[in-house]
């Protein structure tokens, strides 16, 4: 049963340090999504890449986001500094023209203190 | 540019009775419309989709939902639900089945004993 990976499921960090999450798209899907979830805004998108070309990345603050896909098995999203406010539940989905839906992974829980 | 609305943002409904979340949408383009189920602390999980065809479609978990073009709404059914039908339920559109997904703020339903 293939699945999006991420980690790390957890992340407890301090403010300014800088966060690394990664997301395994499953084989063979050649678009890739981050989504970000909080209380107050709910689920948006923050970016995504095809054939790990970047989008869209409208959604993301350009100032301390950022989003790779360093080949087509990993796709990263990094923050620096970090900040309280980016205490959020980060999702990765992946797809393609081929399947009929995005397909999300677990989540990176990421507190800033 | 897309846009979802649901309505009721907490759901009540005694244990074996019927319930119905409701979705409205907002396209200038033909759209392909999900529901997603997120129960406490986990991911997404697809429930069902409309892409084309028929306007009542089936999903997971005894649930249904009603495509109707002219009232621009997709809400979703469930003829009698169980206490684990509790959490928080996402409508969402999307351009196509690979492109980016705007959510709904979502509704949270909660199945009483």
């Known amino acids: 049963d293939a699945r999006v990976t991420q980690t790390p499921r957890h992340k407890v960090t301090e403010m300014g340090q800088e966060v690394t999450m990664r997301c395994q798209p499953i084989l063979g899907h050649n678009t890739v999504f981050w989504y970000r979830q909080t209380m107050m805004q709910g689920l948006e998108l923050l970016a995504y890449f095809r054939n790990r070309a970047p989008l869209d990345d409208s959604g993301m603050p350009k100032d301390r986001f950022s989003a790779e896909m360093p080949d087509a098995t990993l796709a990263t999203l990094k923050i620096q500094p970090s900040e309280p406010r980016d205490s959020a539940v980060y999702f990765c989905?992946?797809?393609?023209?081929?399947?009929?839906?995005?397909?999300f992974g677990p989540g990176t829980r990421l507190t800033v203190l | 540019a897309q846009s979802v609305t649901q309505l009721d943002s907490q759901v009540p409904v005694f244990e074996e009775a019927p319930v119905e979340l409701r979705c409205n949408y907002s396209s200038s383009v033909s759209v392909y419309l999900f529901w997603y189920v997120q129960y406490p602390n986990q991911g997404l999980q697809l429930l069902l989709k409309y892409l084309s065809g028929s306007t009542l479609v089936k999903g997971i978990n005894g649930f249904e939902a009603e495509f109707n073009k002219s009232q621009t709404s997709f809400h979703l059914r469930k003829p009698s639900v169980h206490i684990s039908d509790t959490a928080e339920y996402f409508c969402a559109v999307s351009k196509t089945s690979y492109d980016k997904v705007i959510f709904g703020p979502g509704t949270s339903l909660s199945v009483i004993p």
């Open positions: 989905a992946s797809g393609s023209k081929t399947v009929d839906t995005q397909y």
